[in-house]
C-alpha cells in the first residue's frame, strides 16, 4: 500500500535560518506523483508542488526548493532563508497511477519560524 | 473566480443525528475527493469521485455516504454521526487524479 511518512511532527528554527521537511514515500508503482501543500495558520490548503515519478530534476522557485530522490524514495522541501510567513502546517502527498489513483498525505510538519 | 465552496464552515450537531456538508466547485473538475484533518493523522481520504455517479471508497469511509449527480456537487453525508466524527472536513477537486489538487476552506463540524 502506498504509504507517506514525514517523521519530523514539529519543527522551529530562527528566522533567516535555512530548514528542509523530509518526506519519505512507499509505492510499488513505477509511475506516481508527488506532491507538496501548505496550510498555514489561517486553515487553507495551498499547492505547493507535484513532481512525477520520472522527474527526478530538482525544482527551485524563489526560497523553496525540492530535493526527489528515487533512490531513497525521498521528496524533501527546503526552505531557504525562513521568514515568519513560513510558519505553516506542511504536508506530502503521494498519488500512484496505475492503482487505486488515490492521493494519501501524510501526516504533516509542523513549521515554526522564530523572529 | 469562486473555485471551491464548503457550507457550512462550522457545525455542531448531535449523536445519532444525520448531517450533510456540502461542496460545490465552479472549475468544472472530474476529480472530487472529501478528507478529513485529524491532529496526529494529517489529511485523511474519506471517498472521491472521478466523474458523476462514480465514487470510490477512501481510507476511512465508515460512516460516510457520498452521492455526485453533477459534477459541480460532492456533498458528504454522516449518516449517524458519532464523536469520533468531530473533524475539520475538506472538499477538492482536481482535473485529473493526479493534478494539482485545489481545495475548499473546509467545513469544522463537532459532534456532541
Known amino acids: 500500500a502506498q504509504k507517506v511518512t514525514q517523521a519530523q511532527t514539529e519543527i522551529s528554527v530562527v528566522e533567516k535560518e535555512d530548514v528542509t521537511l523530509d518526506c519519505v514515500y512507499e509505492?510499488?508503482?513505477?509511475?506516481?506523483?508527488l506532491f507538496w501543500y501548505k496550510q498555514p495558520p489561517s486553515g487553507e490548503l495551498v499547492f505547493l508542488i507535484r513532481?512525477?515519478?520520472?522527474?527526478?530534476q530538482n525544482e527551485i522557485s524563489g526560497r523553496y526548493s525540492w530535493n526527489f530522490q528515487k533512490s531513497t524514495s525521498s521528496f524533501n522541501f527546503t526552505i531557504t532563508a525562513s521568514q515568519v510567513v513560513d510558519s505553516a502546517v506542511y504536508f506530502c502527498?503521494?498519488?500512484?497511477?496505475?492503482?487505486?489513483?488515490?492521493?494519501?498525505f501524510g501526516k504533516g510538519t509542523r513549521l515554526h519560524i522564530l523572529p | 473566480d469562486a473555485g471551491i465552496t464548503q457550507s457550512p464552515r462550522y457545525k455542531i450537531t448531535e449523536t445519532g443525528r444525520q448531517v450533510t456538508l456540502m461542496c460545490h466547485q465552479t472549475?468544472?473538475?472530474?476529480?472530487m475527493f472529501w478528507y478529513r484533518q485529524d491532529l496526529g493523522h494529517g489529511l485523511r481520504l474519506i471517498y472521491y469521485?472521478?466523474?458523476?455517479?462514480?465514487?470510490d471508497k477512501g481510507e476511512v469511509p465508515d460512516g460516510y455516504v457520498v452521492s455526485r449527480s453533477k459534477t459541480e456537487n460532492f456533498p458528504l453525508t454522516l449518516e449517524s454521526a458519532t464523536r469520533s466524527q468531530t473533524s475539520v472536513y475538506f472538499c477538492?477537486?482536481?482535473?485529473?487524479?493526479?493534478?494539482?489538487?485545489?481545495f475548499g476552506s473546509g467545513t469544522r463540524l463537532t459532534v456532541v
Open positions: 472549475w468544472s473538475h472530474s476529480y
Open positions: 469521485s472521478a466523474a458523476a455517479d462514480i465514487t
Open positions: 502527498a503521494l498519488s500512484e497511477v496505475n492503482r487505486d489513483d488515490k492521493i494519501i
Open positions: 477538492a477537486s482536481s482535473t485529473v487524479i493526479q493534478g494539482e489538487v485545489g
Open positions: 509505492t510499488r508503482d513505477t509511475t506516481y506523483y
Open positions: 513532481r512525477n515519478s520520472f522527474d527526478e
